[in-house]
């Protein structure tokens, strides 16, 4: 009992350390900000918003929290060396970052160059710098890296069974300009989430555990919170979101396999910790470059047929989502007329102002009727976002937004200038799309 009595102490004492610290708040405000962002693009581009803002927010942050548990228990029995220079030193190193791209807002660039500067450390032991460059030195020379790369791949273990479970559910459609200015639909996935951890550290006259540590032994230890932020972040222009989240959370679970193996052969013989540390971003940016490639090398699924309209996004609580109306299908046929363009759209919902029967082509190309009645009120599209024309007004770049737009609200947009008609994209072509 007194070892539980302790224990509860313990876990107390570390839950009030996380709520002084101001880097758990500073995570839950980017997530925030960014998803509200999300929504101001979306009324940009399509008049309309497919999500909101807060209602993503509070989510993320129940299911980062949740995450945050199960590491946590997880790192009962890891026992990591971790101190206050530690949090310091990464939270550091992700903001320097951050402020290059918001994707380096991931501890696999933090902590792999953490462990690069403490290998360059070690090579010149004699440097012995005073005032607070010596005591940065200090801090990067005593970290634990093997206890730290571990820890990034956990992370990025629970990183990927979030986006496997999320599945692009809050993926934003885009209309993406090329080079030539040809317009493509696609959709920009960024998925973030706040994990609260508490971590076991060792301290001199700590409470014991019933059993053994990976990096200690049972004696000496009290919990210390640690806040991180995971997340994902790319970009589909020939693949549905779910698909795309899919193949992501396979590799991304592949990555953290690999990098746990480095982590725990570090940790028995020390040489092997630049070898890990190296991995950590080399290989992390390596997924980002052949997702980048290998949807260059797709043919773009969000564009008009010959025949019919294909269907971007569809509004949650629409008319279109109670039919059943998925993205990357097509609107083939509504009230028996032949659909070409939004115009022949609205032309053809008007026959009947009541009634509607639409033929809707499928992923395989297979028809499909639907009926419904319409009432006042309704989205003039059913609820429909389609694939761009050539005619629309406002683009997105490829690029990710940078920390300062996500803080300052740019949405990126750009209006386009008027431009000569493009024959519509006969079928799906390689390469359409200039990234």
Same mark, same amino acid.
């Given at each position: 009992?007194?070892?539980a009595?302790? $224990?509860g102490?313990? %876990?107390?004492?570390?839950?009030?350390?996380?709520l002084?610290?101001?880097?758990?708040?500073?995570?839950?405000?980017?997530?925030?900000?960014?998803?509200?962002?999300?929504?101001?693009?979306?009324?940009?581009?399509?008049?309309?918003?497919?999500?909101?803002? $807060?209602?993503?927010?509070?989510?993320?942050?129940?299911?980062?929290?949740?995450?945050?548990?199960?590491?946590?228990?997880?790192?009962?029995?890891?026992?990591?060396?971790?101190?206050?220079?530690?949090?310091?030193?990464?939270?550091?190193?992700?903001?320097?970052?951050?402020?290059?791209?918001?994707?380096?807002?991931?501890f696999?660039?933090?902590?792999?160059?953490?462990?690069?500067?403490?290998?360059?450390? +070690?090579?010149?032991?004699? !440097?012995?710098?005073?005032?607070?460059?010596?005591?940065?030195?200090?801090?990067?020379?005593?970290?634990?890296?093997?206890?730290?790369?571990?820890?990034?791949?956990?992370?990025?273990?629970?990183?990927?069974?979030?986006?496997?479970?999320?599945?692009?559910?809050?993926?934003?459609?885009?209309?993406?300009?090329?080079?030539?200015?040809?317009?493509?639909?696609?959709?920009?996935?960024?998925?973030?989430?706040?994990?609260?951890?508490?971590?076991?550290?060792?301290?001199?006259?700590?409470?014991?555990?019933? !059993?053994p540590?990976?990096?200690?032994?049972?004696?000496?230890?009290?919990?210390?919170?640690?806040?991180?932020?995971?997340?994902?972040?790319?970009?589909?222009?020939?693949?549905?979101?779910?698909?795309?989240?899919?193949?992501?959370?396979?590799?991304?679970?592949?990555?953290?396999?690999?990098?746990?193996v480095?982590s725990?052969?570090?940790?028995? !013989?020390?040489?092997?910790?630049?070898?890990?540390?190296?991995?950590?971003f080399?290989?992390?940016? %390596?997924?980002? !470059?052949?997702? +980048?490639?290998?949807?260059?090398?797709?043919?773009?699924?969000?564009?008009?047929?010959?025949?019919?309209?294909?269907?971007?996004?569809?509004l949650?609580?629409?008319?279109?989502?109670?039919?059943?109306?998925?993205?990357?299908?097509?609107?083939?046929?509504?009230?028996?007329?032949?659909?070409?363009?939004?115009?022949?759209?609205?032309?053809?919902?008007?026959?009947?102002?009541?009634?509607?029967?639409?033929?809707?082509?499928?992923?395989?190309?297979?028809?499909?009727?639907?009926?419904?009645?319409?009432y006042?009120?309704?989205?003039h599209?059913l609820?429909?976002?389609?694939?761009?024309?050539?005619?629309?007004?406002?683009s997105?770049?490829?690029?990710?937004?940078?920390?300062?737009?996500?803080?300052?609200?740019?949405?990126?947009?750009?209006?386009?200038?008027?431009?000569?008609?493009?024959?519509?994209?006969?079928?799906r072509?390689?390469?359409?799309?200039?990234?």
């Amino acid at each position: 009992m007194d070892w539980a009595a302790q $224990w509860g102490w313990n %876990v107390l004492n570390a839950c009030l350390q996380l709520l002084t610290q101001p880097f758990y708040y500073i995570s839950i405000i980017v997530v925030a900000l960014g998803y509200r962002r999300q929504m101001l693009l979306e009324r940009k581009l399509f008049h309309t918003r497919l999500h909101g803002w $807060w209602p993503q927010t509070w989510r993320t942050v129940l299911t980062g929290l949740v995450a945050g548990l199960l590491i946590s228990a997880v790192g009962l029995f890891v026992g990591a060396h971790l101190t206050a220079g530690t949090v310091i030193s990464l939270w550091a190193c992700t903001g320097l970052l951050m402020l290059l791209r918001v994707r380096y807002l991931c501890f696999a660039y933090a902590a792999g160059l953490l462990g690069v500067v403490q290998f360059v450390l +070690s090579l010149a032991d004699s !440097w012995q710098p005073e005032g607070w460059v010596g005591d940065a030195v200090a801090v990067v020379r005593g970290l634990d890296m093997p206890a730290l790369l571990l820890l990034v791949a956990v992370l990025h273990m629970a990183e990927a069974l979030l986006l496997l479970w999320k599945r692009g559910m809050a993926a934003t459609p885009m209309y993406f300009e090329g080079k030539r200015g040809r317009m493509v639909g696609g959709y920009r996935m960024e998925d973030y989430w706040p994990v609260p951890l508490l971590l076991l550290i060792p301290v001199q006259n700590g409470f014991s555990l019933p !059993w053994p540590t990976l990096f200690g032994d049972q004696a000496g230890y009290m919990l210390a919170a640690l806040p991180v932020i995971i997340g994902f972040s790319g970009l589909t222009t020939g693949r549905l979101p779910g698909h795309k989240a899919a193949q992501s959370a396979r590799r991304l679970f592949l990555y953290s396999l690999v990098l746990l193996v480095l982590s725990l052969l570090a940790a028995w !013989w020390n040489p092997l910790i630049i070898a890990a540390a190296l991995f950590s971003f080399l290989a992390h940016e %390596v997924l980002v !470059w052949f997702d +980048s490639y290998e949807e260059n090398q797709i043919s773009p699924l969000y564009v008009h047929p010959e025949e019919g309209l294909r269907v971007l996004a569809v509004l949650p609580g629409s008319p279109a989502d109670e039919l059943g109306i998925t993205a990357g299908e097509a609107v083939y046929k509504v009230n028996g007329m032949l659909i070409r363009s939004r115009e022949e759209l609205h032309q053809a919902l008007r026959v009947n102002a009541a009634f509607c029967k639409l033929e809707i082509r499928n992923h395989q190309g297979e028809s499909k009727f639907m009926q419904r009645g319409l009432y006042e009120g309704e989205h003039h599209q059913l609820g429909m976002v389609l694939a761009p024309d050539t005619d629309v007004d406002w683009s997105v770049p490829t690029r990710q937004a940078s920390i300062y737009q996500v803080i300052t609200m740019r949405t990126g947009a750009r209006r386009r200038k008027a431009a000569e008609p493009v024959p519509r994209l006969q079928g799906r072509v390689q390469k359409p799309l200039d990234m």
